[in-house]
């Protein structure tokens, strides 16, 4: 790959949870590295929005999973899951990482999402409630003229 990893979308929201331990499987971090951008690209102004309060238990894992059973690749399993929630990747670099990790050995990757996807949604809440947070207390800080 040829951009540093410091400057993915999904290394910045990463290192935003440092106590989280680093995956070492390529096709762990591959996996991740998706379900983030599936996450932070989500289209909410669609029926998703309405229905928040079942993402993370029910709709996300529902749809990921049925995606990973049908597809064979990591570029099916991308367009499946784009059109099931949908998804829609509005930012270049986001744009960029997906591409290039559809790229990545398939198998290996829609093995863990089968075997392994509680566990890998869970880090994936874990990270995106972390930023929201983060986000929050920025605005906060803002709003009260700290920053």
Known sequence: ???????LPTRRWREVVPE??????PAAITAERLLLLVHYDLD?????GEHRHRYWDELLPARVRAATYRADSLATWWSLLAQALPITVTDRARRLE???LLTEPSAPVLTLLRD????LIL???IIAETVADKRQAAADSADRGEG
Request: without cysteine.
């Open 44 to 48: 909410w102004d669609s029926w998703i």
């Open 116 to 119: 392994q996807l509680p566990a």
């Open 20 to 25: 989280l331990p680093e995956l070492s499987d």
């Open 123 to 125: 880090r994936v809440r």
């Open 98 to 100: 997906v591409a290039q």
């Open 1 to 7: 790959m040829s951009d540093t990893t410091s400057e």
